[in-house]
Protein backbone atom coordinates (compact mmCIF):
# COMPACT_ATOMS: atom_id res chain seq x y z
CA UNK A 1 0.00 0.00 0.00
CA UNK A 2 1.65 3.04 -1.08
CA UNK A 3 1.48 6.13 0.89
CA UNK A 4 2.49 9.68 0.32
CA UNK A 5 2.92 12.39 3.08
CA UNK A 6 3.14 15.84 2.32
CA UNK A 7 4.60 18.08 5.14
CA UNK A 8 6.08 22.06 5.48
CA UNK A 9 3.22 24.02 4.03
CA UNK A 10 2.93 27.52 5.33
CA UNK A 11 2.43 31.31 4.49
CA UNK A 12 5.38 33.31 3.84
CA UNK A 13 6.08 36.80 2.30
CA UNK A 14 6.99 37.13 -1.03
CA UNK A 15 10.50 36.76 -1.39
CA UNK A 16 10.83 34.03 1.27
CA UNK A 17 11.41 29.96 1.35
CA UNK A 18 9.74 27.22 2.17
CA UNK A 19 11.07 23.67 2.02
CA UNK A 20 8.07 20.97 1.04
CA UNK A 21 9.05 17.45 2.48
CA UNK A 22 6.78 14.19 0.99
CA UNK A 23 7.65 10.65 2.60
CA UNK A 24 6.91 8.04 0.38
CA UNK A 25 6.44 4.42 2.13
CA UNK A 26 4.91 1.11 0.38
CA UNK A 27 8.44 1.65 -2.09
CA UNK A 28 11.28 3.08 -2.11
CA UNK A 29 11.50 6.87 -3.79
CA UNK A 30 14.80 6.18 -4.99
CA UNK A 31 13.56 3.60 -7.13
CA UNK A 32 10.22 6.00 -9.08
CA UNK A 33 9.75 9.09 -10.65
CA UNK A 34 8.90 11.26 -7.83
CA UNK A 35 7.00 15.36 -8.70
CA UNK A 36 5.32 18.03 -7.50
CA UNK A 37 2.34 19.59 -8.77
CA UNK A 38 0.35 22.29 -7.26
CA UNK A 39 -3.32 23.59 -7.83
CA UNK A 40 -4.39 26.97 -7.19
CA UNK A 41 -8.06 28.01 -6.44
CA UNK A 42 -10.26 27.79 -10.02
CA UNK A 43 -7.39 26.57 -11.82
CA UNK A 44 -6.05 22.77 -13.12
CA UNK A 45 -3.57 21.15 -11.42
CA UNK A 46 -0.07 21.90 -12.92
CA UNK A 47 3.25 20.30 -12.83
CA UNK A 48 5.82 21.57 -11.04
CA UNK A 49 9.19 19.92 -10.59
CA UNK A 50 10.16 16.21 -11.67
CA UNK A 51 13.14 14.07 -10.59
CA UNK A 52 14.00 10.31 -11.87
CA UNK A 53 15.60 7.63 -10.39
CA UNK A 54 18.89 8.86 -11.94
CA UNK A 55 18.13 12.05 -10.19
CA UNK A 56 18.00 14.20 -13.78
CA UNK A 57 15.78 16.83 -13.10
CA UNK A 58 12.94 19.13 -14.68
CA UNK A 59 10.88 22.05 -13.81
CA UNK A 60 8.19 24.48 -15.56
CA UNK A 61 9.57 27.58 -16.42
CA UNK A 62 8.07 29.51 -13.92
CA UNK A 63 9.63 28.15 -10.95
CA UNK A 64 13.35 27.33 -12.82
CA UNK A 65 15.65 29.12 -10.67
CA UNK A 66 13.67 29.42 -7.68
CA UNK A 67 12.65 25.83 -7.13
CA UNK A 68 15.16 22.96 -6.58
CA UNK A 69 13.64 18.89 -6.18
CA UNK A 70 15.62 16.29 -4.71
CA UNK A 71 15.38 12.73 -3.06
CA UNK A 72 16.77 10.72 -0.67
CA UNK A 73 15.17 7.40 -0.45
CA UNK A 74 11.98 7.85 0.82
CA UNK A 75 12.06 11.47 1.07
CA UNK A 76 11.86 13.58 -1.63
CA UNK A 77 11.91 17.22 -0.90
CA UNK A 78 10.72 20.96 -3.14
CA UNK A 79 12.94 24.25 -1.99
CA UNK A 80 11.35 26.79 -2.94
CA UNK A 81 13.04 30.12 -2.57
CA UNK A 82 12.29 33.85 -3.78
CA UNK A 83 8.40 32.68 -3.50
CA UNK A 84 5.92 34.75 -5.27
CA UNK A 85 2.41 35.57 -4.70
CA UNK A 86 1.50 33.43 -7.95
CA UNK A 87 3.39 30.38 -5.91
CA UNK A 88 0.44 30.71 -3.47
CA UNK A 89 -1.36 26.96 -4.41
CA UNK A 90 -1.95 23.91 -2.28
CA UNK A 91 1.08 21.28 -3.57
CA UNK A 92 0.67 17.87 -4.25
CA UNK A 93 3.73 14.91 -3.97
CA UNK A 94 2.90 12.42 -6.58
CA UNK A 95 4.71 9.28 -8.09
CA UNK A 96 4.97 6.95 -10.84
CA UNK A 97 6.97 3.96 -11.91
CA UNK A 98 9.05 5.82 -14.80
CA UNK A 99 8.92 9.86 -15.75
CA UNK A 100 7.36 9.69 -18.70
CA UNK A 101 4.84 12.43 -18.47
CA UNK A 102 4.21 15.73 -16.48
CA UNK A 103 0.82 15.10 -16.44
CA UNK A 104 -0.93 14.93 -13.32
CA UNK A 105 -3.72 12.03 -14.81
CA UNK A 106 -0.26 9.68 -16.22
CA UNK A 107 0.83 9.80 -11.87
CA UNK A 108 -0.55 6.87 -9.83
CA UNK A 109 -0.12 7.90 -6.41
CA UNK A 110 -0.92 11.11 -4.99
CA UNK A 111 -0.61 13.01 -1.24
CA UNK A 112 -3.39 15.21 0.13
CA UNK A 113 -1.58 18.29 -0.26
CA UNK A 114 -0.03 21.06 1.94
CA UNK A 115 -0.90 24.84 1.70
CA UNK A 116 1.23 26.99 0.24
CA UNK A 117 0.59 31.24 0.53
CA UNK A 118 2.78 33.86 -0.47
CA UNK A 119 1.90 37.09 0.40
Known amino acids: HVQLVESGGGSVEAGGSLRLSCVVS????????MAWFRQAPGKEREWVAI?????NRRYTDSVKGRFTISQDNAKNVLQMNSLKPEDTAMYYC????????????????WGRGTQVTVS
Open 94 to 109: AARSYCTTTSASGFNY
Open 26 to 33: GYTAGESC
Open 51 to 55: IDRYN
